[in-house]
């Protein structure tokens, strides 16, 4: 279903936006063909700008990334973002607006629709396809945003706090409707997120990023932990509660330059 196999190897990426702004510095990462990894770390550690870079909208200053073996160097179809706003178009319904990508890559517009009208069935959506955006809660704007994205069939999505704009209980319901989604489509996924909980939840690994500009030292990987937690995970489970504490340590554990820095 997806454009490639979806690998991504991480060398060495660093992003120096001048003067003492060295937002990320040396990371080193691979992900597996349909594996999900979430990205968790202080404000400022640099997670968007990892995901930045492996979307290729930012140049790194050092290393590269590959995907399928081949140089990321701009924005490219094989990549599907999804941002915390949905940026739908208001004037468009549903289905339009899931089949724009399409419409934008030359398929006819026929084709386009049919396309469309079974991603929103993918994201839960086949009844409001000929809706309009305004009418939608915000879970649901989501849903459409992440349907026209798959539509496009990028081998990886990478997501900046999705579900960051909506309420708990609507996080939670999206939580399950991503867990679903991923099963369908296998896409390898990259999330940054700034909760824990969502990260061992979605994730088969969780990255660590510590340090970030506004603390002296360029971010950076501090821990990677996996989530070996099977399919069907419960939050309230002890395993879940002390895998979600010991990421939780990591994360409020401060780099050695930072002590040194202090
Ligand atoms: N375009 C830019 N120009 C200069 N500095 C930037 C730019 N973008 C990000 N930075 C700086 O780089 C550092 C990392 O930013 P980034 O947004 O990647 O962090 P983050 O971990 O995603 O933060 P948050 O969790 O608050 O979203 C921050 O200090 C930020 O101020």
């Given at each position: 279903m997806t454009t490639g196999t979806g690998h991504l190897a991480i060398d060495g990426l660093g992003k120096h936006?001048?003067?003492?702004?060295?937002?990320?510095?040396?990371v080193t990462l691979e992900v597996s063909p349909g594996e999900a990894i979430a990205v968790v770390g202080a404000?400022?550690?640099g997670k968007s700008t990892l995901l930045r870079l492996v979307a290729g909208f930012e140049t790194p200053t050092e290393g590269r990334v590959l995907l399928d073996g081949r140089p990321v160097t701009g924005p490219g179809p094989d990549r599907g973002v999804v941002f915390?706003?949905?940026?739908?178009?208001?004037?468009?319904?549903v289905r339009e607006n899931i089949a724009y990508g399409l419409r934008e890559r030359g398929v006819h517009r026929r084709e386009a629709l049919r396309q469309a009208t079974e991603h929103a069935e993918l994201v839960g959506l086949g009844r409001f396809?000929?809706?309009?955006?305004?009418?939608?809660s915000g879970g649901m704007q989501q849903r459409v945003g992440i349907a026209r994205v798959l539509a496009l069939h990028p081998s990886v999505l990478l997501m900046d706090e999705?579900?960051?704009?909506?309420?708990a209980l609507t996080r939670r319901q999206m939580q399950d409707e991503l867990v679903a989604i991923r099963r369908r489509v296998g896409t390898t996924l990259v999330l940054v997120t700034h909760s824990i909980e969502e990260a061992v939840y979605l994730a088969d690994r969780v990255v660590v990023m510590a340090g970030g500009a506004s603390h002296g030292v360029p971010g950076q990987v501090s821990a990677v932990v996996p989530v070996?937690?099977?399919d069907r995970r419960d939050t309230a489970a002890p395993d879940f509660q002390g895998l979600a504490q010991q990421i939780g340590d990591h994360v409020h554990s401060p780099l050695p330059e930072q002590e040194d820095a202090a």
């Amino acid at each position: 279903m997806t454009t490639g196999t979806g690998h991504l190897a991480i060398d060495g990426l660093g992003k120096h936006y001048g003067g003492d702004t060295f937002a990320m510095r040396d990371v080193t990462l691979e992900v597996s063909p349909g594996e999900a990894i979430a990205v968790v770390g202080a404000s400022g550690c640099g997670k968007s700008t990892l995901l930045r870079l492996v979307a290729g909208f930012e140049t790194p200053t050092e290393g590269r990334v590959l995907l399928d073996g081949r140089p990321v160097t701009g924005p490219g179809p094989d990549r599907g973002v999804v941002f915390q706003d949905y940026g739908l178009f208001p004037w468009l319904s549903v289905r339009e607006n899931i089949a724009y990508g399409l419409r934008e890559r030359g398929v006819h517009r026929r084709e386009a629709l049919r396309q469309a009208t079974e991603h929103a069935e993918l994201v839960g959506l086949g009844r409001f396809v000929d809706a309009y955006p305004h009418t939608l809660s915000g879970g649901m704007q989501q849903r459409v945003g992440i349907a026209r994205v798959l539509a496009l069939h990028p081998s990886v999505l990478l997501m900046d706090e999705p579900l960051g704009a909506l309420d708990a209980l609507t996080r939670r319901q999206m939580q399950d409707e991503l867990v679903a989604i991923r099963r369908r489509v296998g896409t390898t996924l990259v999330l940054v997120t700034h909760s824990i909980e969502e990260a061992v939840y979605l994730a088969d690994r969780v990255v660590v990023m510590a340090g970030g500009a506004s603390h002296g030292v360029p971010g950076q990987v501090s821990a990677v932990v996996p989530v070996d937690l099977g399919d069907r995970r419960d939050t309230a489970a002890p395993d879940f509660q002390g895998l979600a504490q010991q990421i939780g340590d990591h994360v409020h554990s401060p780099l050695p330059e930072q002590e040194d820095a202090a």
